[in-house]
Structure formats: structure tokens, C-alpha cells
């Protein structure tokens, strides 16, 4: 693995390289996240280049202008197109959550760029009324009560009751990676989630593949409304992780490898 910085718009983009394969995997990473969450995934792509960044304001990277889903979308197309040398390479790229998001702003405006692209416990759908509100008051408690009670509050809902009982070390791992976060960036994510369009006629316009992982107990994306999109591409893979909730990556680590395995099949051939 090799570590690699990126300087755009003068602001220190962080990032780690995996391999040297000829196709090229992106892992972008959710919210409140960096890219050590797809630590079990660095490994298990033989034949891949992974690229797996810290986003703008995660991380080891710095907090940019415009931290928008399509701001951070720009941000990193940039740093593949400094990567990558082959100019019409294309990549797959797959989003975790929030990272999802990003994938499909990039999906919208960079789509010759693309062979396929996966939501991870992701979804096109903005955000409704009660998610709204429910950011709103994530915002007051950065802001009131500070980054160390919010993440505490906020990630051990992100696993399932079994992650929960039986390896709480994964949680207690995640929430110490999440106390470097600034409030201000915290904020910012929410800012734009809460903002960010409905992408679901890029689903159904999507002339690439497209995967879909769901957790079976996920809380933060849940199946129900995943199951409603899945459909909607031309081409689509789709399965549920039984024992994960919203972090299958980490919950369910050779199942959710596999899905991606069987999905880089498909890209390939496209
Ligand atoms: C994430 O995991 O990135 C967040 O749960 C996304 C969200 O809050 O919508």
C-alpha cells in the first residue's frame, strides 16, 4: 500500500494506492468516516488498483471550499485524473453511504469516466422531513455538546444488536478513528447531505451496471427503500448482508468482499 497526498485548490488531499492491476477500483468512504474503514478490503482485490481516498474533511485530508456532494464529486475526479495516467481509463467506483452519494454526483456529470458503480448502504433518494430534522439535531449536538458526544452517540447505531454483543471492539475501533473529525466539517457533511438532489433518474438512465449492497438491520439506509431502487438500472446486482446493519464492510467482511469480487466480473465485461 502506498500513501499519496494531492494538493487541489492549494487545500492536502490524502489517499492510499493498492496494487498495480490494470482496472482501477475507487472505495470512497461515508460519513463520519475516513478511508482506514475499508481496511478489509485493501487486500482482496488481486489484479485491482485500489484507490481509496480521504475525502475533504476526513481524515488525513483537508476541509475544501466547497464540500457539496458535487463539490466532492469535482475534488475526486480530480485526484484520478492526476493518478491515472491512462487518459480513457475507465473505473469503478463504490460508495459507502455518504460515499454513495458522491458516486452518484459523479456518476451525473462524469459518466464516461465510469464501468460501473456500487451504493454500499447507500441510496438516491434526498433526504425527507424527518431526516432533515434528524441532521438538525446531530448539528446541535456538535455544536453544543462537541465531536467525542456526538460520535459516541451516533456509531454504535450503525452496527447490528450481533456486531454489538459479540465484537463491540469494531465499534470502539470506528469511534476512535472518528474523534479527529473537526465539528466544522461534521457540520458541513450534514449541510450538503441535507441538500444533496434526488438521483433516482440516474439509476434508471445508468448505461453501466450498477451494485447494491444492503444491510439486512441497517437503520440508516434502510432495505426497504433500497429494495424500491434496485431495479431501476439497466443492469443491476444486488444483495443484502444478513448479519450487517450499516456496515457490512466491517460486519460481514468476506461475504460483502465477495459481492464486490462478483460485481468487478461484471464491470469488466462491460
Ligand atoms: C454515512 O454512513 O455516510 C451516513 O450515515 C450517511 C447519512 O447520514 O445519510
Redesign the pocket.
Known sequence: MQEKKFLYLNKQISYSTVGEGESVLVLVH??P?DRRIWKNQWDAFPGYTLIIPDLPGSGQSEAIEDMSMEGLATALACLLEAEISNKNQQVTLIG????GYITLAFAEKYPERLNGFGLFHSTSIADNEQKIEARKKGIETIRNKGVKTFVEGMIPN?YAEETKEKRPQLIKEQIEWAYNFSGENLVSYYEA?MKRPDRTNLLKQSKVPVLFIFGKSDT?VRLEEGLQLCHLPEISYIDILEHSA?MGMREEVSKANKLITNFLRITATT
Do not use: D, V, Y
Request: proline share 0%; glycine share 18%.
Open positions: 461515508g460519513f468516516e459507502h453511504s455518504m460515499g450503525l447531505m440508516a450499516h
